[in-house]
T-cell receptor, first 111, second 115 residues
Framework: GENVEQHPSTLSVQEGDSAVIKCTYS??????FPWYKQELGKRPQLIIDIRSNVGEKKDQRIAVTLNKTAKHFSLHITETQPEDSAVYFC??????????FGTGTRLQVFP | GAVVSQHPSWVICKSGTSVKIECRSLDFQATTMFWYRQFPKQSLMLMAT?????????EQGVEKDKFLINHASLTLSTLTVTSAHPEDSSFYIC???????????FGPGTRLLVL
């Protein structure tokens, strides 16, 4: 079945550094790729998403890139801050189908 | 906009009892709602997808008689865990999506503890 692999599982960075999380999807028909941030005990919150007709999207310190040929997409966080510490999940779907989630990346930003 | 609420936020019950969890979309019409289960330090596991007015579609391995889902209106879906057992203890999260929309908005989750 469809699968989304996510790496790394944990990531520790110094405040101000950049963080990159990578995902690979198996279903070549996937065309919607959201990223969610989940703080401990709270709901996942959408932070950015990208559709397959776009290669890159940016929102302030957050950017997502998509390589359809390689079936890769990545989340880039620049100038990290302690409040960026959380678990980040990537996901993929075919438009309005169900989301297939990655296994999550625990990001820790040290002051 | 796109606010989803869930009630209760936490519940403790005795083994053998049934528990109902409500998921509401507060400011949009949710034609589709999803129910997930999340174990500590793990990803979201989709249990079922429900479309307003029709029967839910369950993922493989999820017992539909154990986890009853009702999506009777465009703003409310319920998940009933029947005859709950300790192994049903988990964090249950719903999400909602509007008509022909891709983005899912999540509820705050319900922490269930079965004693």
């Amino acid at each position: 079945g469809e699968n989304v692999e996510q790496h790394p599982s944990t990531l520790s960075v110094q405040e101000g550094d950049s963080a990159v999380i990578k995902c690979t999807y198996s279903d070549s028909a996937s065309n919607y790729f959201p990223w969610y941030k989940q703080e401990l005990g709270k709901r996942p919150q959408l932070i950015i998403d990208i559709r397959s007709n776009v290669g890159e999207k940016k929102d302030q310190r957050i950017a997502v890139t998509l390589n359809k040929t390689a079936k890769h997409f990545s989340l880039h966080i620049t100038e990290t801050q302690p409040e960026d510490s959380a678990v980040y999940f990537c996901a993929a779907s075919r438009r309005t189908d169900k989301l297939i989630f990655g296994t999550g990346t625990r990001l820790q930003v040290f002051p | 906009g796109a606010v989803v609420s869930q009630h209760p936020s936490w519940v403790i019950c005795k083994s053998g009892t049934s528990v109902k969890i409500e998921c509401r979309s507060l400011d949009f019409q949710a034609t589709t709602m999803f129910w997930y289960r999340q174990f500590p330090k793990q990803s979201l596991m989709l249990m079922a997808t429900s479309n307003e007015g029709s029967k839910a579609t369950y993922e493989q391995g999820v017992e539909k008689d154990k986890f009853l889902i009702n999506h009777a209106s465009l703003t409310l879906s319920t998940l009933t865990v029947t005859s709950a057992h300790p192994e049903d203890s988990s964090f249950y999260i719903c999400s909602a999506r509007g008509y022909l929309q891709e983005t899912q908005y999540f509820g705050p989750g319900t922490r269930l503890l079965v004693l």
